[in-house]
Nanobody
């Protein structure tokens, strides 16, 4: 069994910063890519940022220059550092990880979601 546990969401004023964390645990053999998605009310879930096992990253155009996705492989943890937040960043943020478990099966696992609200 593999679990992803997220933390760090909350209410922040426009222009502020938040850091989300996502820790993977359980029957993990290796973690490939890790990513953050977000879903605003009434909208589809969008890929915000992704980082490969080798450290390559890619970002949604609207967050480039404001968000970064560092990763700590020793802790099986990925972060989303969000700066210069805007009201349109308001959404539920979900962690995703492509993991090969100890039974040698590879799946996409999801966290439970953490809500980020950007408002004055």
């Amino acid at each position: 069994q593999v679990q992803l546990v997220e933390s760090g969401g909350g209410l922040v004023q426009p222009g502020g910063s938040l850091r989300l964390s996502c820790a993977a645990s359980g029957s993990i053999f290796e973690i490939n890519s890790m990513a953050w998605y977000r879903q605003a009310p009434g909208k589809e879930r969008d890929l915000v940022a992704v980082i490969t096992s080798g450290g390559s990253t890619n970002y949604l155009d609207s967050v480039k220059g404001r968000f970064t996705i560092p990763r700590d492989n020793a802790k099986n943890t990925v972060y989303l550092q969000m700066n210069s937040l805007k009201p349109e960043d308001t959404a539920v943020y979900y962690c995703n990880a492509n993991i090969r478990n100890t039974r040698w099966y590879t799946y996409d696992y999801w966290g439970q979601g953490t809500k980020v609200t950007v408002s004055s």
